[in-house]
């Protein structure tokens, strides 16, 4: 017994020295993932502390549970599996779903479930190449060659993959060029790609799908300005086809 208490003691604080690593790095996604999965490890080792100790009516729910966080389904989509949900997001009821926001320059793809940004550079000598290949310097001087739109969206991604890059910055010329987009007029193919919605989605869809994707990237929560702001074009877009 003496044993398995030392184990479950080791694996606490592996888990522990492990959010704290994530927590200074503070990327939001990355941070929201590992405090899943070291909830689910966390109550993994619980489960099997209390069933060695034979209390079976607490360790095969806590197991289920602690499975659940993990993504694993031992009992499918029935009981105690779908437990692990109520960790998750409003994506998950839609695995997969995205959505893109577009300038001259840049794609970035938005994940609804876990709030993870990438992006893809659309011109130039590394048109076709993902952002994620650039050191931050190497993304800071690409701004020299972008437009005031493409400025704005590099600038959400390195919020979310360098969240203190501005503090760091040296002078002010990596955020110059992005601080004020053009505002260029939305068309409605472009809104239901930004909500991540099919065409011909009706007011109630583009309203869960504006609130799920505001919870990501509101300024509040720590989210991008700018996407913020296109999100919110995106719904007033739709909803003007809807009502005219």
């Not at 993932?33 to 729910?61: E, H, M, N, S, Y």
């Not at 993959?161 to 955020?175: S, T």
């Not at 060029?177 to 193919?189: A, C, F, I, L, N």
């Not at 909500?195 to 504006?210: E, F, S, Y």
């Amino acid at each position: 017994m003496a044993s398995m208490t030392l184990i479950v003691g080791v694996v606490a604080v592996f888990v522990l020295y492990m959010l704290l690593q994530m927590v200074r790095t503070a990327n939001p996604a990355v941070l929201a993932r590992a405090i899943k999965v070291a909830g689910g490890i966390v109550t993994l080792a619980a489960a099997l502390f209390t069933g060695v100790k034979g209390q079976l009516a607490v360790a095969i729910p806590l197991g289920l549970f602690g499975a659940g966080l993990l993504g694993w389904a031992p009992m499918g989509n029935a009981g105690f599996g779908r437990l692990g949900g109520v960790f998750g997001s409003a994506g998950r009821r839609s695995p997969g779903q995205t959505s893109q926001v577009r300038s001259s320059a840049l794609e970035m793809t938005l994940d609804h479930e876990s709030g993870a940004i990438n992006g893809r550079i659309l011109t130039g000598a590394h048109a076709g190449r993902s952002l994620d290949a650039f050191d931050l310097s190497e993304l800071a001087a690409m701004m020299a060659g972008f437009d005031a739109e493409s400025c704005a969206l590099l600038e959400s991604y390195l919020d979310r993959r360098f969240p203190a890059w501005r503090q760091n910055a040296q002078g002010d010329a990596a955020g110059r060029r992005g601080s004020q987009p053009s505002g260029s007029k939305m068309t409605t193919e472009e809104a239901y790609e930004i909500l991540g919605l099919k065409p011909g989605a009706g007011p109630d869809d583009i309203g869960r799908a504006h609130r799920a994707l505001m919870k990501k990237l509101h300024p509040d929560q720590g989210g991008s300005t700018y996407l913020a702001a296109r999100v919110n074009a995106a719904k007033d877009t739709l909803l003007r086809t809807h009502r005219s």
